[in-house]
C-alpha cells in the first residue's frame, strides 16, 4: 500500500502531506478508496511515532523548500493512539449532541514515566457546540512504548477528562479501551455492530469496581461532612450504585479523616482508601486498596454519579436503616412515548412530510431533520393516524421535543 501510495502521488506531481486511503479485504487484498489532499485528522499519531512536525514541513515545502529528509530517514518509535472526543451521545445511537460547554477540563499534556499525552482542541470552557459544524470537541493522543502502553495511557487520559453541558462519547470511548478486542486489536469495520449490537448502553461494572466506586462515594461522603474531633463518623454504611447495595465498614471510625480511611474486610487485613479530593472538585483522585482511580464526581440529588471507564452510575451513601426502607420503594415508571414522534437530535426541521388527520403506514417518512451537516429522515415505527403537528419547518428543536403526536 505504501508503494501505492508513492506511485501514485509521484504520478500526479503532488509535493505536500497527503493520505492516500484503501480498501483491505481480509485475505489482505486492496483496492484504492480515494486520496485526501490535505492534512488529515490522525496526523498527531504520526507526529507522535515519528518525531516529526507535519505541518512545519507542510509549510516549508509550500515556500519553495526542498524537502530536508528522505523516507529512508523516516523512523517508527512506540506506538501512538488517537481518541476523537466529539459532541455525540453513544446512548442514542452516536446521534449528535449541541449546547453550551458548562465544564471542559482535557486531560493534562506531557510526558511521564515514558508515555506522553497530547491534546489538539478547539474549544475552551464555555464554548458553543452547535448544529452547524463537524461535532469534534478535541483530540485526545498517548503514545508509549507499545500497544499496551499506549492503551494504558489512553484509558487513564479519558478518565481524567471531564466534559458536561452536552452529551458525548467519552463513556464509549473508555469502554472502548477496556475491551478485550480492542486491547487484542482484532478489529474490523464492523467492530461495533458485532461487539455492541443492541447499541451501546455503558459498561456494566463487575463485583471489584462496584467495591472500589463505593469506596470513592464513602470517600466523598465523609469529605464532604468533614468530621473533626467532635463529629465521629458511624462504622456501618450502605452504597447504593444503581440497584446494587455494596455495605461498608469503616475499621477505626475514630480515626477516620477526610481523605483516609481504612474499611474491614471480612476474614482479611483493613483496605485503606486514600483521596486529597475536595468538594467540588470534578475527578476524584486516590487509591483504594493499592488500586489507583481517577473517577469522575458530580452532584445529583442525595449522591454523586460516578464515571469510571466506560462505567455511568448514580452513588448514595445511606445508613443501614435508610438503605432497608429504600429496597421497599417502587421503582418509578418511564412515561410513555409512544403517541409522539420526538427530535432524536438537537436539530433544524427541514420539512414535515405530513399532516394532521393523514393516516401513515410503518416505514413511511414523517419528517426531515438537519444536524452537523447530516439530514435525518425520521419515519414512522408502525401504522398510525397523526393527530397534532407541533413543530414546523425551520424550527430548531432540541433532543426529544415533539414533532408531531399520532391518535
Known amino acids: 500500500m505504501g508503494a501505492e501510495a508513492v506511485a501514485l502521488a509521484k504520478a500526479v506531481g503532488y509535493d505536500s502531506a497527503g493520505t492516500v486511503e484503501f480498501v483491505m479485504g481480509a485475505d489482505r487484498s486492496f483496492y484504492f478508496l480515494e486520496m485526501n489532499t490535505r492534512l488529515q485528522?490522525?496526523?498527531?499519531?504520526?507526529?507522535?511515532?515519528?518525531?516529526?512536525?507535519?505541518?512545519?514541513?507542510?509549510?516549508?515545502?509550500?515556500?519553495?523548500?526542498?524537502?530536508?529528509?528522505?523516507?529512508?530517514?523516516?523512523?517508527?518509535?512506540g506506538w501512538a493512539i488517537e481518541s476523537r472526543l466529539y459532541a455525540e451521545d453513544p446512548y442514542r445511537e452516536f446521534l449528535p449532541s449541541i449546547g453550551r460547554l458548562t465544564r471542559y477540563r482535557p486531560p493534562e499534556e506531557g510526558t511521564h514515566n515514558g508515555t506522553t499525552v497530547r491534546v489538539d482542541g478547539g474549544v475552551v470552557e464555555g464554548s458553543e457546540i452547535s448544529i452547524y459544524f463537524d461535532p469534534l470537541i478535541a483530540k485526545i493522543t498517548t503514545h508509549g512504548a507499545d500497544r499496551a502502553t499506549a492503551v494504558k495511557a489512553m484509558a487513564e487520559a479519558l478518565d481524567a477528562t471531564v466534559v458536561d453541558g452536552i452529551a458525548h462519547n467519552q463513556p464509549f470511548l473508555a469502554t472502548l479501551m477496556a475491551h478485550p478486542r480492542w486491547q487484542e486489536g482484532r478489529l474490523s469495520t464492523a467492530f461495533i455492530k458485532e461487539e455492541f449490537p443492541g447499541g451501546f448502553a455503558g459498561t456494566k461494572p463487575d463485583a471489584a469496581t462496584l467495591h472500589r466506586l463505593a469506596a470513592v462515594a464513602l470517600s466523598v461522603e465523609l469529605a464532604r461532612r468533614a468530621p473533626g474531633p467532635a463529629r465521629v463518623p458511624r462504622r456501618d454504611w450502605v452504597v447504593k450504585i444503581g440497584k446494587e447495595m455494596v455495605p461498608l465498614a469503616l475499621a477505626e471510625p475514630g480515626d477516620a479523616v477526610s481523605g483516609y480511611f481504612d474499611l474491614s474486610r471480612e476474614g482479611g487485613e483493613a483496605e485503606t482508601v486514600v483521596s486529597d479530593w475536595k468538594p467540588g472538585e470534578p475527578v476524584w483522585q486516590g487509591v483504594v486498596g493499592g488500586f489507583p482511580l481517577s473517577v469522575q464526581v458530580r452532584p445529583v440529588t442525595a449522591g454523586v454519579r460516578l464515571s469510571w471507564r466506560g462505567v455511568d452510575a448514580v452513588a448514595r451513601v445511606m445508613t443501614p436503616r435508610v438503605a432497608a426502607l429504600d429496597a421497599k420503594m417502587p421503582e418509578k415508571k418511564a412515561a410513555d412515548t409512544s403517541k409522539t414522534l420526538r427530535c432524536p437530535m438537537p436539530g433544524l426541521v427541514v420539512s414535515i412530510s405530513v399532516s394532521a388527520g393523514q393516516k401513515v403506514r410503518a416505514g413511511e417518512a414523517l419528517a426531515v431533520v438537519e444536524a452537523m451537516k447530516m439530514e435525518n429522515v425520521l419515519r414512522a415505527e408502525r401504522d398510525a393516524t397523526v393527530a397534532k403537528i407541533d413543530a414546523k419547518p425551520g424550527d430548531v428543536l432540541a433532543v426529544d421535543a415533539v414533532i408531531l403526536e399520532f391518535e
Open 41 to 77: 485528522v490522525e496526523h498527531p499519531v504520526t507526529e507522535m511515532v515519528t518525531g516529526l512536525d507535519l505541518v512545519e514541513q507542510m509549510i516549508r515545502v509550500a515556500a519553495g523548500e526542498k524537502l530536508a529528509l528522505k523516507q529512508k530517514d523516516v523512523k517508527l518509535k
